[in-house]
């Protein structure tokens, strides 16, 4: 990370630790604009519209946001009652669409391009 960027204390520990690991091996840290003020959704981004040409299905949205919620693979089939195997399909389709490696870049790209609240 760039000297004096900040994490938004008010995000999850998950979120936080997830952010640190994507923003590690990157150069140029642009944060994302928290939006809300006040007591109410202060540090909180809400999700927007897709970007042109990305075609998330509902689940791969849904599983991308246990994802970034700091959920394993494990506990994510537990929840969405599916098997470990179908989770890390959708997790390949996901990463496939977001052009990332892992995770952390999905949960990144997810952040900067406001596909998931934070």
């Known amino acids: 990370m760039q000297p004096g960027v900040k994490i938004p204390s008010a995000l999850s520990i998950e979120v936080q630790l997830t952010l ?66 179908t989770v890390k399909f959708h997790l390949t389709n996901i990463y496939r669409e977001l052009e990332v490696p892992n995770r952390a870049g999905a949960v990144r790209y997810a952040l900067e391009h406001r596909l998931i609240a934070a």
Do not use: C, Q, Y
Not at 22 to 33: D, I, K, M, P
């Open 20 to 85: 640190l690991l994507a923003f590690a091996n990157t150069e140029a840290v642009s944060l994302w604009r928290l939006g809300g003020g006040g007591a109410r959704g202060a540090g909180r981004v809400e999700p927007s519209e897709e970007p042109e040409g990305l075609a998330l299905t509902a689940r791969e949205r849904t599983i991308l946001d246990a994802v970034a919620k700091g959920m394993t693979t494990a506990a994510i089939s537990k929840e969405l009652w599916v098997s470990e195997h």
